[in-house]
């Protein structure tokens, strides 16, 4: 009865009237306002919540299917006699520890032979589980191996700040999730089909630079430099260029820093220019497999190679070029889009208008094409 | 374990579906209830409990496909990928699907032309899609 009463008189109350249906839906407006004021707030959460299980969900599918991808390429390419799953596992959860840099001095050596053994203990393993690949696959089973690995620590990752967020029911924790997740889902999908061009072999984005570098080699005497990389004397435009790229074709980046470092010292810095091409992260809006030109080393990773190809250029105070191809994450990782490999006439070009430009005739300049050369020979 | 997990991930949620397949239940009974009500001659409460009935419908029915739609989004595709092999001396070309040991400068069969080696000059992949042009 008192119910009734206050239906009645409620809705009278707000500005509401009429019959008894818009009484109940002027109440039904009234009793929503007042849930969202007071848990308006756990209400966005969930809805996060949700969103980033979605994500969740879909980052296990992926990580799942490359766990799958790699054991399988390994059966088929490597022939082991035992099923690999269990090192593979293993394998997937194998982490590097980064050097202490309170004292930052002599940081980049200490890095460098970090990654070294890393580096040695991957391969290592990987000829383990795959006893009877040549060295090519065994580079590209190892670029396969990695994309898995970098998959299964993404979501890891999500799913520790999921949990943690359902655990504190921390609106905070779940916003910062939510709001970095199309940028995680997008590095996690060009992994995923970073895997299925690693397992084959395929050139990636990342190539375009050693392409352009084998492109101007080909058909000229190559010779290993240290360390995992190819040097060939090309005559381009009356000066002689030392080119220099990853040895392909597996999926090998190599390490240009030192290689620059060599040929710089074999000539004892007399060089007149050094010029490195590689792919870009590209801005919103700017078109894949534009090229553009700079100056600086041109080249990412952990930093490495870029501070040793400084060191060297400053020691002889040698001019530093950069051509770079303009991509984005997903294309630098997944099968090259052929807008990167119409680019590669076109980095050429770029390349000869540095060269008439800023060297003499009869100079030596050293071209570096810096990046993954799986797929890319020589 | 791997496998049932990833069948885990690709299936629709338990809890999702009994949730929809009860408002889909209470939505025919809605939409019979108006029938009913509008035998009786209560057109009112029959539009409303019609309206009722649509909406809970169509609502169900969105749930349904958009994770069905989550579940399709799930797949890995693999792009097709190219390789265009060339004569250097003739200039013949040709362009095939990518097989596994292809790689760019490789030297392949002799051409069918001027029997001089053939290489494959590029490989690539085709994208379909293009990008969104936002107009500024």
């Known amino acids: 009865m008192a119910m009734i009463t206050a239906m009645e008189v409620l809705p ?48 296990k599918y992926i990580k799942e299917e490359g766990r799958k991808i790699a054991i399988e390429t390994i059966k088929e390419i490597g022939k082991p006699q035992t099923d690999p799953s269990a090192r593979v596992d293993r394998y997937l959860e194998y982490f590097t520890i980064q050097p202490q840099s309170m004292d930052p001095a002599g940081i980049v050596y200490k890095l460098d032979h970090i990654l070294d053994v890393r580096d040695t203990r991957l391969k290592d393993e990987v000829k383990i589980m795959a006893p009877e690949s040549d060295e090519v696959q065994i580079n590209n ?29 921390s609106l905070y924790v779940i916003m910062q999730l939510q709001m970095i997740l199309p940028m995680v ?60 790229k990853a040895e392909g074709p597996g999926g090998n980046v190599g390490k240009p820093g030192e290689a620059v470092k060599a040929v710089v010292d074999e000539n004892k810095g007399k ?34 190679d870029q501070f040793k190809i400084e060191e060297s250029v400053a020691e002889y105070k040698i001019p530093l070029n950069a051509v770079i191809v303009k991509e984005d994450i997903g294309d630098a990782v997944s099968p090259l889009r052929k807008e990167i490999s119409d680019s590669v006439d076109k980095v050429i070009e770029r390349v000869k208008n540095v060269i008439l430009e800023r060297t003499k005739e009869g100079d030596k300049i050293i071209i570096v094409g810096v990046g993954n050369t799986i797929g890319i020979g020589q | 374990m791997s496998e049932n997990s990833s069948s885990a991930t690709t299936k629709i949620s338990t809890y999702l579906m009994l949730i929809v397949l009860i408002v889909l ?84 069969e002799d051409c069918q032309k001027c029997n001089d080696k053939m290489i494959i000059t590029a490989i690539y992949k085709e994208v379909k899609e293009k990008e969104k042009a936002y107009g500024v």
């Open chain 1, 12 to 59: 009278n109350f707000f500005g509401g009237g009429g019959d008894t249906i818009s009484q109940i839906i002027s109440m039904l407006f009234y009793v929503i306002f007042i849930v969202f004021i007071f848990y308006g707030q756990r209400i966005q959460m969930y809805v996060m919540i949700r969103e980033v299980e979605g994500s969740l969900y879909k980052l």
């Open chain 1, 141 to 169: 089973l190892e670029n396969t191996m990695e994309a898995a690995m970098a998959l299964n620590y993404i979501y890891k990752v999500v799913r520790h700040f999921y949990i943690q967020g359902k655990k504190t029911l």
């Open chain 1, 185 to 244: 889902m997008k590095e996690a999908e060009a992994y995923a089909s970073a895997l299925k061009a690693f397992a084959d072999g395929q050139p990636i984005g990342d190539g375009v630079g050693p392409w352009v570098a084998a492109k101007l080699m080909h058909g000229y005497e190559t010779r290993k430099v240290p360390k995992d990389c190819v040097v060939a004397t090309v005559p381009i435009e009356g000066r002689t260029a030392l080119v220099i």
């Open chain 1, 271 to 304: 060089i007149a220019s050094v010029i490195m091409i590689d792919a870009a992260l590209k801005l919103e809006g700017e078109p894949v497999g534009e090229v553009a030109e700079g100056i600086g080393a041109a080249i990412g990773g952990p930093g490495v």
């Open chain 2, 25 to 108: 239940a209470l939505s025919i009974v809605a939409l019979m209830l108006s029938v009913n009500a509008f035998m009786v001659g209560n057109e009112i409460i029959a539009g409303y409990l019609l309206l009722i009935g649509f909406i809970a419908m169509a609502l169900s029915f969105y749930v349904l496909l958009q994770s069905r739609k989550r579940i399709a989004r799930m797949k890995i595709e693999a792009p097709k990928v190219m390789t265009t092999v060339e004569c250097k001396k003739c200039g013949f070309k040709s362009v095939r699907e990518f097989k596994r040991g292809d790689f760019v400068f490789k030297e392949l």
